[in-house]
């Protein structure tokens, strides 16, 4: 069991799933009510769309950028990059590569339902490589494999001190989402 109960671990999620596939009997070595409790609330906050004052700062549902104006041309016509300055802070920006047009996606403009113009915030000097991936998955965007790369370097950097230190899986999204990210033309 993971000291940390707000999350569940990926063991603990497939012991769940496990479970109320097959209604096995599941010990409490595997999975504590406390962190069934938490899985519930978030699965209750996700189908619902009520945002308690801890989740203030959870996605919406797929976002369109106020410029696109359609979810379909974004997906198909928008890639994600992730970029740095010259003082090392991340940018991510959304870029149409058909008309060139180029959004840049920080972290308030994320709260937003429609996408709103860049708010000021920065995102500091690297993102955490799960949340760079769930914020394609809400625009509805891929990136390709050399920016996934490129985030999860400097990700181990700042939080390694090696960019080519191997980060937990806890950092990561799953390859799936990884692949169907990259392999979407």
Not at 1 to 17: F, R, W
Not at 88 to 106: D, K, L, P, Q, S
Not at 118 to 125: Q, Y
Request: glycine fraction near 6%; include cysteine.
């Amino acid at each position: 069991m993971s000291d940390n109960k707000a999350l569940l671990s990926q063991e603990e999620i497939d012991a769940l799933v496990s479970f109320l596939k097959t209604k096995e009997q599941v010990g409490n070595e595997v999975l504590d009510q406390a962190s069934i409790d938490r899985l519930v609330e978030i699965l209750s906050e996700a189908k619902t769309g009520e945002m308690s004052p801890a989740g203030k700062g959870r996605f919406y549902g797929n976002a369109v950028l106020s410029v696109e104006q359609d979810i379909a041309v974004q997906r198909e016509q928008c890639i994600l990059f992730y970029e740095k300055d010259e003082s090392e802070f991340v940018h991510i920006v959304c870029e149409n590569y058909v008309t060139g047009a180029r959004y840049e996606i920080t972290p308030e403009c994320l709260n937003q339902s429609c996408l709103v113009e860049s708010t000021g915030e920065r995102w500091g000097k690297a993102v955490l490589p799960v949340l760079f991936d769930l914020v394609a998955m809400q625009l509805q965007v891929r990136y390709n494999a050399e920016v996934f790369s490129q985030v999860c370097k400097d990700y181990a950097k700042l939080l390694f001190g090696n960019e080519k230190a191997e980060l937990p899986n806890v950092y990561l999204p799953t390859a799936a989402r990884v692949l169907d990210n990259i392999g979407r033309k």
